[in-house]
């Protein structure tokens, strides 16, 4: 431990390196927030240095509220299963950004779909996999119910 | 005054080397205690995931370099677990201050290893960063020279030849930087927050429906009752948006005004309280580094030395 003061001169130099480099790092997410968001990076790529982004989306009067989704899968006989997620073996965070990626379009989003579906539901003959909103809304009292409609629907490819 | 003479006085004047101790007592306990309440079998559940949601984190890969070369591996779960007991082992040596610096560093590269291992499968938080950045400042600062079992071996050794100085009164130029590093890295995380909120969505953030919006979300999904009923006063969250911004925006002041922490600090405390029981977001790392702040050597001499009137006993006691 005392060999901090023994070469005080090298210590002040390592010290003032790290500060720097994580004092800087972290401030760089001010100026560069909006052109990582933009790139849609913003999120754990450069953890611990992190852009604090959480809640920082407006909301307004009227948005349906993103509890989390709901799923329903579609056979190729027509029926209609509701896939809980507890169903799915994920913990809650990673059931609701899986299902946030796949709700945006997200490639690998689709793969994990498909993994989960062999996994979980290997007896079903699912073509179609729905999502549908959590029937909240948003007014100045308060959350009030409202009609849970599929939002965004996606092909299941084969998984047998 | 230079740069270099500016520098040099802000981060390397003296300090006290009890008030880091207690940082470090503080920060391990509390990082000992979330590895506990985490437990080993959290990475089991983390092994049963589908592999197409594992995308190892630069920093994970960093670490995992030296080992598997640039592939992307998987670490199996029994190194996980071994990793978790050293981790864990390492905590409690650097809280004991037991060989402190060399623990630290093991504990702060263990924590970092199992964080961004959990971090790798497209789900992350926020509260812990700071832990990770601060257990590595901790690891290069002299936080175990008092109030630690290296302090007891140190004075054995040194029974002889050595000085007797009061805890309170010991005092070095490398005491002071790990804690102001720690207060900037604060400051900066506050104002990340609030431009992320000006980035995103300007001054709208504050029109009261978002934290509505999020007291509803939170609150139906962790069942918080306090949450739901916040969301029924538009006006009330309405204000509460302001202050949270005004709070984030100025909060920086504290490094350049100290005498603002007796108003930053209570307010920021009840501010992560208030999130908690409403939100369910826990944030026990950013409040307990609240304690960065705090001068502890002063708090201590002040109640040591405060005197108290007592009842002026009629009749001696006899024993």
């Known amino acids: ?160 | 005054m230079n740069i270099v003479g500016g520098w040099r006085k802000f981060w390397f004047s003296d300090g006290s080397y009890f008030d880091l101790a207690i940082v470090r007592i503080m920060a391990v306990g509390l990082q000992c205690y979330v590895l506990l309440l985490a437990g080993p079998g959290a990475y089991d559940s983390l092994a049963s995931l589908p592999s197409s949601l594992y995308h190892p984190i630069p920093i994970l890969r960093v670490l995992m370099f030296p080992f598997v070369g640039a592939d992307i591996v998987r670490p199996d779960t029994a190194l996980l677990v071994q990793c978790y007991w050293i981790t864990l082992l390492a905590g409690f040596a650097g809280l004991a201050g037991f060989a402190t610096n060399l623990s630290l560093l093991v504990f702060a590269v263990g924590n970092i290893f199992l964080q961004s291992y959990s971090y790798s499968f497209q789900d992350y938080h926020h509260p812990d960063a700071i832990m990770m950045v601060a257990l590595c400042a901790l690891a290069l600062a002299p936080c175990g020279r008092v109030l630690s079992m290296d302090s007891i071996l140190n004075a054995q050794r040194h029974r002889a030849n050595g000085v007797t100085v009061s805890l309170l009164d010991y005092k070095g130029s490398d005491a002071t930087w790990a804690i102001k590093f720690i207060q900037c890295f604060f400051s900066l995380m506050y104002l990340s927050a609030v431009a992320s909120k000006f980035i995103v969505s300007g001054l709208d953030w504050a029109n009261g429906y978002t934290l509505q919006y999020y007291y509803v979300q939170d609150g139906t999904r962790w069942e918080s009752s306090l949450g739901l009923w916040a969301s029924q006063h538009h006006f009330l969250v309405f204000l509460s948006q302001w202050v949270v911004l005004l709070f984030q925006a100025t909060y920086f002041l504290i490094i350049f005004f100290p005498k603002l922490r007796w108003f930053y600090l209570p307010v920021g405390l009840c501010f992560h309280i208030g999130i908690y029981l409403t939100l369910r977001a826990p944030f026990p790392e950013w409040m307990i580094f609240y304690a960065a702040y705090i001068p502890w050597t002063a708090a201590f001499k002040l109640f040591s030395n405060m005197r108290i009137k007592v009842p002026t006993i009629s009749s001696p006691r006899v024993s």
Do not use: C
Not at chain 1, 98 to 107: A, K, P, Y
Not at chain 1, 128 to 157: C, F, M, Q
């Open chain 1, 1 to 160: 431990m005392y060999i901090f003061s023994k070469y005080s001169k090298i210590y002040r130099v390592v010290v003032t390196v790290f500060v720097l480099t994580i004092l800087g790092a972290q401030a760089s997410t001010l100026i560069f927030a909006q052109l990582i968001n933009q790139q849609g990076t913003t999120g754990v790529r450069f953890w611990p240095i992190l852009v604090y982004d959480m809640y920082a989306k407006a909301r307004h009067e009227g948005d349906i509220i993103d509890v989390n989704f709901l799923l329903e899968g579609v056979t190729d006989t027509g029926r209609v299963v509701p896939i809980p997620k507890e169903s799915l073996g994920l913990g809650f965070w990673h059931y609701v950004k899986w299902s946030r990626n796949l709700v945006s379009g997200n490639e690998k989003a689709i793969v994990t779909m498909t993994e989960l579906l062999r996994d979980h539901y290997p007896e079903h003959h699912f073509v179609e996999l729905r999502v549908k909103n959590y029937p909240l809304k948003l007014t100045s009292k308060g959350a009030v119910p409202t009609e849970s409609v599929v939002i965004y629907k996606v092909a299941v490819p084969e998984y047998k």
